[in-house]
């Protein structure tokens, strides 16, 4: 079974600032990597998958990179809509999230 | 415009049963899987089942294996989760949510419900 291990736990950044989230997985799972956002009271949001694709909608500031265990999500400025909980995923496993508070 | 609404969650005792149900609209329900993703209460996401298309492929969580049963209705646009055997720490709030293709082994949820909630205990 694949773990993923998403860090920090917590990361605390002004809006303006460039967020990089990192997410490391047991093994290797090629590009087969999504991520998603959750803010509090709602359902995830689809932002990244096959680790570079931005899904339909989703701003350009938000990039996925990396393949095989080391994935990252950077949000190029935040704005004050994209602090949240952040969480990757692969097939039936998620990382545990990192939450992007603000500073 | 996707929509999926949850139904069916409550609070049931351990050992009971409960079915959920998901409505889907504003999209060809039979050309996509569809998923359940749970989260407890204050907790992260939990991958629960996912359909194929044509309930060719299924799969569970180990956790829920034996005990939940996924099916869908294409010609209702609906998914049903059927949970034996409730513990406490299925405890979570239940979210439909749709693939982005037809297989459910990739399992990208590009749509999701705001979720129904289901409470275990006595």
């Known amino acids: 079974e694949i773990v993923l291990t998403q860090s920090p736990a917590t990361l605390s950044l002004s809006p303006g600032e460039r967020a990089t989230l990192s997410c490391r997985a047991s093994q290797s799972v090629s590009s087969y990597l999504a991520w998603y956002q959750q803010k509090p009271g709602q359902a995830p949001r689809l932002l990244i998958y096959?680790?570079?694709n931005r899904a339909t909608g989703i701003p350009a500031r938000f990039s996925g990179s990396g393949s095989g265990t080391d994935f990252t999500l950077t949000i190029s400025s935040l704005e004050p809509e994209d602090f949240a909980v952040y969480y990757c995923q692969q097939r039936g496993t998620f990382g545990q999230g990192t939450k992007l508070e603000i500073k | 415009e996707v929509q999926l609404v949850e139904s069916g969650g409550g609070l049931v005792q351990p050992g009971r049963s409960l079915r959920l149900s998901c409505a889907a609209s504003g999209f060809t329900f039979d050309d996509y899987a569809m998923h359940w993703v749970r989260q407890a209460p204050g907790k992260g996401l939990e991958w629960v089942s996912g359909i194929s298309w044509n309930s060719g492929s299924i799969g569970y969580a180990d956790s829920v294996k034996g005990r939940f049963t996924i099916s869908r209705d294409n010609a209702k646009n609906s998914l049903y989760l059927q949970m034996n055997s409730l513990r406490a720490e299925d405890t979570a709030l239940y979210y439909c949510?749709?693939?982005?293709?037809?297989?459910?082994?990739?399992?990208?949820?590009?749509?999701w419900g705001q979720g129904t909630l289901v409470t275990v205990s006595s």
């Open positions: 949510a749709k693939d982005k293709g037809s297989g459910y082994d990739l399992r990208y949820f590009d749509y």
């Open positions: 096959d680790a570079s």
